[in-house]
């Protein structure tokens, strides 16, 4: 009994020491180079492509959504081969959108500045200018790839709200489509020092019964520098590869 007592108390300060060891998250900070990484010991396989898990939590589609949806040919299933897939990312080089843009398996990095925060992916270099000087989101914004977004502070978490996304992306590697009444929230989170969380939610009355909602975790990488990734046309050399072009 004492052995297993004994055993007990070191593992718990084992674990207190691994805690104590986090460094705290700083007050409105999240810059830094950010890369994913799912909490241990969960299985959540499906963030490569997609919000929700498809066989247990799909998203809640309008008729409209639903017919979109059976319209599209993603890859990433296996289902399509990259000449039969219509993927505008893959048969295209169309930029991602938001908040597909999540799903390329590259870091991103942000930078605050005194009224904008800079959200910078690897992937293609696409910049997000999120404006943090007060300003409204617009009445009629255009439709841009990757929106128009505000952001504002709440206590330490960063809220950024996006609109005015062009309807030619999809919001996720399944091919789920979204109208121009997308409005995409997200809320950064620094759980500490080295941890973030990122929750996201996606409304669209035309495409979306109701709210689809998920969350995604990332570590700090402070020792890296984004690279260069770019479409650049691979993709397309891809599919003409399958159809035996040269």
């Known amino acids: 009994m004492r052995l297993l007592s004994g055993i007990v108390v070191a593992l718990a300060l084992a674990s207190s020491v691994l805690v104590a060891q986090q460094p705290p998250a700083p007050s409105r900070d999240i ?4 890369f994913m990484r799912n909490p241990p010991g969960t299985n959540r396989a499906w963030t490569n492509f997609t919000f929700t898990d498809p ?4 998203p809640a589609l309008t008729p409209w959504g ?3 949806f059976k319209e599209a040919k993603d890859s990433n299933g296996g289902t399509y081969r990259l000449d039969e897939t219509n993927d505008p990312v893959l048969t295209k080089c169309y930029p991602p959108g938001v908040p597909r ?3 390329h398996p590259y870091p991103f990095e ?6 904008q925060t800079l959200l910078i992916y690897e992937y293609d270099h696409f910049l997000r200018r999120v404006h943090t000087d007060g300003r409204k989101l617009p009445e009629d914004p255009d439709l841009l790839w990757m929106g128009t977004s505000v952001g504002r502070w709440e206590g330490n978490d960063l809220v950024v709200e996006t609109i005015g996304l062009d309807t030619r992306t ?11 009444k997308l ?6 989170r620094r759980i500490d020092g080295t941890h973030m969380q990122l929750d996201i939610t996606m409304d669209d009355p ?17 020792q890296w520098e984004l690279g260069e990734i770019s479409c650049a046309g691979d993709y397309l050399d891809w599919t003409k590869k399958e159809k035996g072009e040269k």
């Open 31 to 34: 810059s830094g180079v950010w």
């Open 55 to 58: 066989k247990t939590d799909p």
């Open 66 to 68: 639903e017919a979109r």
């Open 101 to 103: 843009v999540y799903f």
């Open 110 to 115: 942000i930078l605050h500045t005194p009224k």
């Open 170 to 180: 999809w919001l996720d590697r399944l091919g789920h489509a979204h109208s121009d």
């Open 183 to 188: 409005k995409v929230t997200e809320r950064f």
């Open 206 to 222: 035309i495409a979306l019964a109701k709210p689809w909602k998920t969350t995604f975790y990332y570590e700090l990488r402070p």
